[in-house]
C-alpha cells in the first residue's frame, strides 16, 4: 500500500504471507537470504510498479518529505547516480524548469528530464564542469555513494566515511549559500572532525535513517541544511 500524500510506502498492521524462494539449488545460503529479503519487500515491489531503478528512490523521498531538500526548479546534483533511482526522484520533483545532473565515474542509463554526467569528481576540474552544465551554483548535493563492503565493520565504516568526507569537499565547492548536502554514513555516526566542519559550514546538522533503510542495515544519511558559504577551505 503506497501513501499517496507523501509518496513513500505506508505502514500497514495486517499480516502477509511470507514468499519463499523456490530453489536453493547452486545457491550459497547468502544468496537465498538475499533472494528471500528482496521477495518480500515492499519497497523492492513499489519500485519495480512505479519504474524506479532501485528501492534506494525510497529513501530520498522520505529525507525529502521530512526535510524538503529538493526545490521546484532547482539546481540538484546526485553524485555516484547510478543505477539512477535518485535521479530520477529528483526529476520528479523538482519539476518544470530544474536541472537535474546525475554524476558517476561509470556510463549510466539516461534519466529522462536528467542530464548525466560520466565524470570523477575528485578530478580537480570537476566541479567547475559541473556548475558548467547546471549553468550555476547547486541548491541540493545528493550522494548515496557506498565502497564496496568487505564485512569489516571498522574498516567498511572508514572507507565510506573517507567517501562522504570527499563528497563534502566537493559539495563545498559547488554549493549555493542556502544549500543543502545529504551523505550516506554509517552508524556510529559521522567522525567528529567532519562532523565539525558540516556544523561550521551549515546552519543545522543531523543524522537520519529514513524508514526504507533496512532495520538490520548500519546506514544512516547525515543532513546538513543552510550552506554557509566558502570562506573557509573545503572540509575543514
Known amino acids: 500500500m503506497t501513501d499517496k500524500k507523501k509518496g513513500s510506502i505506508a505502514n500497514t498492521s495486517g499480516r502477509k504471507l511470507k514468499v519463499m524462494v523456490k530453489t536453493a539449488r547452486g545457491r550459497t545460503v547468502g544468496q537465498v537470504r538475499w533472494l528471500q529479503r528482496q521477495l518480500n519487500d515492499p519497497y523492492v515491489k513499489e519500485a519495480q510498479s512505479r519504474g524506479y531503478r532501485s528501492r534506494a528512490a525510497f529513501k530520498l523521498i522520505e529525507l525529502d518529505d521530512k526535510h524538503k531538500l529538493i526545490r521546484k526548479g532547482g539546481r ?6 547510478a543505477p539512477g533511482g535518485w535521479t530520477q526522484v529528483a526529476v520528479e520533483r523538482a519539476g518544470t524548469g530544474a536541472t537535474v545532473v ?34 550555476g551554483e547547486a541548491d541540493v548535493v545528493l550522494s548515496d555513494m ?12 572508514m572507507k565510506i566515511m573517507a567517501l562522504c568526507e570527499t563528497a563534502l569537499m566537493f559539495a563545498e565547492e559547488v554549493l549555493k549559500p542556502g544549500g543543502a548536502f545529504v ?9 567528529a572532525q567532519l562532523l565539525n566542519a558540516m556544523k561550521k559550514n551549515f546552519k543545522s546538522v543531523a543524522h537520519v535513517k529514513p524508514p526504507a533503510s533496512r532495520a538490520d542495515s548500519a546506514e544512516m544519511y547525515v543532513v546538513a541544511l543552510g550552506f554557509r558559504g ?7
Do not use: W, Y
Not at 540538484?76 to 547516480?81: H, P, Q, S, T
Not at 557506498?146 to 565504516?157: I, L, M, S, V
Not at 566558502?230 to 575543514?236: K, L, N, V, Y
Open 76 to 81: 540538484i546534483v546526485d553524485l555516484g547516480a
Open 102 to 135: 546525475g554524476l558517476d565515474i561509470n556510463p549510466m542509463e539516461p534519466v529522462p528530464g536528467a542530464e548525466i554526467l560520466q565524470l570523477d569528481f575528485l578530478t580537480e576540474d570537476a566541479p567547475e564542469k559541473l556548475k558548467a552544465v547546471m549553468g
Open 146 to 157: 557506498a565502497a564496496p563492503a568487505t564485512g569489516h565493520r571498522a574498516t567498511d565504516h
Open 183 to 191: 551523505c550516506k554514513v554509517q552508524r556510529g555516526g559521522t567522525e
Open 230 to 236: 566558502r570562506s573557509e577551505a573545503p572540509g575543514g
